[in-house]
């Protein structure tokens, strides 16, 4: 089994910073897969950034440039800093973890982003 605990969301005025963090705990294996999804009130769960064990990234190009997605294999935590944000990211939250075909998911987090 794997759990993800996400952390970190919050309200932030546009333009500002918000640095989200997930730590993975259970049966984590060394070749996997963490990422952050977002989904926006009635709106499809959309890809933000993946990266593997690696250290391979991928980004949606809405926040390619802004989102940094980083990851600490040693705690088996991924990070997500976000700069320049705009209310279009105001969205819950979601951390992922694919391993051995299965994918999991945290609770999410939400990020609101508003003056």
């Known amino acids: 089994q794997v759990q993800l605990v996400e952390s970190g969301g919050g309200l932030v005025q546009p333009g500002g910073s918000l640095r989200l963090s997930c730590a993975a705990s259970?049966?984590?294996?060394?070749?996997?897969?963490m990422g952050w999804y977002r989904q926006a009130p009635g709106k499809q769960r959309e890809l933000v950034a993946t990266?593997?064990?690696?250290?391979?990234?991928n980004y949606a190009g809405s926040v390619k440039g802004r989102f940094t997605i980083s990851r600490d294999n040693a705690k088996n935590t991924v990070y997500l800093q976000m700069t320049s944000l705009k209310p279009e990211d105001t969205a819950t939250y979601y951390c992922?973890?694919?391993?051995?075909?299965?994918?999991?998911w945290g609770q999410g987090t939400q990020v609101t982003v508003s003056s």
């Open positions: 990266i593997r064990s690696g250290g391979f990234t």
């Open positions: 992922s973890l694919d391993q051995l075909r299965r994918s999991y």
């Open positions: 259970g049966s984590i294996l060394s070749d996997s897969t």
